[in-house]
T-cell receptor
Framework: RKEVEQDPGPFNVPEGATVAFNCTYSNSASQSFFWYRQDCRKEPKLLMSVYSSGNEDGRFTAQLNRASQYISLLIRDSKLSDSATYLCVVLGGGNKLTFGTGTQLKVEL | EPEVTQTPSHQVTQMGQEVILRCVPISNHLYFYWYRQILGQKVEFLVSFYNNEISEKSEIFDDQFSVERPDGSNFTLKIRSTKLEDSAMYFC???????????FGPGTRLLVL
């Protein structure tokens, strides 16, 4: 099983749609979880941290299920500017971030 | 807003040559990292560095790689004898604390011919 697994997409959605991304991780000892966003040929940028209680930041909601080792990201009212690759990221020992391959989102008019 | 900077943005080198990639982490950060991303693949951890020592390194970070903090602001990655497969985007990152958010620089695109 891959350390961090994501559906690569692409997800093509119309503007205003709600879209959900899922991620699973293999190491049950993982401590912290994040969603990063990466635009083409640019650096990963933190979108949000993910907590067991769930957290929301504007149109973005992240959820963590430790028992299932599952992380999700929901984007509501998607904008053209949301088009990017969304990276599921897990923090392990040595402060090492392990990245998924990313899910590509394309928001269309 | 403080940010991580990296130089050069692009580097082309011949196989077998040494390259040094430079990074200036965010000024009050204490933890530093290098990651790489081969074109079309995922971001991969190379090394973490704290208190002038390597904390953790991956299998990729073999004897050809080294890191250094030569002064109070720079953090460098040296590849001693580059191989074709070292061609990738190299990202530097820094964080204020051990489990805290890692902020990435814009990357150096390395092409080994």
């Amino acid at each position: 099983r891959k350390e961090v697994e994501q559906d690569p997409g692409p997800f093509n959605v119309p503007e205003g749609a709600t879209v959900a991304f899922n991620c699973t991780y293999s190491n049950s000892a993982s401590q912290s979880f994040f969603w990063y966003r990466q635009d083409c040929r640019k650096e990963p940028k933190l979108l949000m941290s993910v907590y067991s209680s769930g957290n929301e930041d504007g149109r973005f909601t992240a959820q963590l299920n430790r028992a299932s080792q599952y992380i999700s990201l929901l984007i509501r009212d998607s904008k053209l500017s949301d088009s990017a690759t969304y990276l599921c990221v897990v923090l392990g020992g040595g402060n090492k971030l392990t990245f998924g391959t990313g899910t590509q989102l394309k928001v269309e008019l | 807003e403080p940010e991580v900077t990296q130089t050069p943005s692009h580097q082309v080198t011949q196989m077998g040559q040494e390259v040094i990639l430079r990074c200036v982490p965010i000024s009050n950060h204490l933890y530093f990292y290098w990651y790489r991303q081969i074109l079309g693949q995922k971001v991969e951890f190379l090394v973490s560095f704290y208190n002038n020592e390597i904390s953790e390194k991956s299998e990729i970070f073999d004897d050809q790689f080294s890191v250094e903090r030569p002064d109070g602001s720079n953090f460098t990655l040296k590849i001693r004898s580059t191989k074709l497969e070292d061609s990738a985007m190299y990202f530097c990152a820094s964080s204020a604390g051990g489990g805290e958010t890692q902020y990435f620089g814009p990357g150096t695109r390395l092409l080994v011919l």
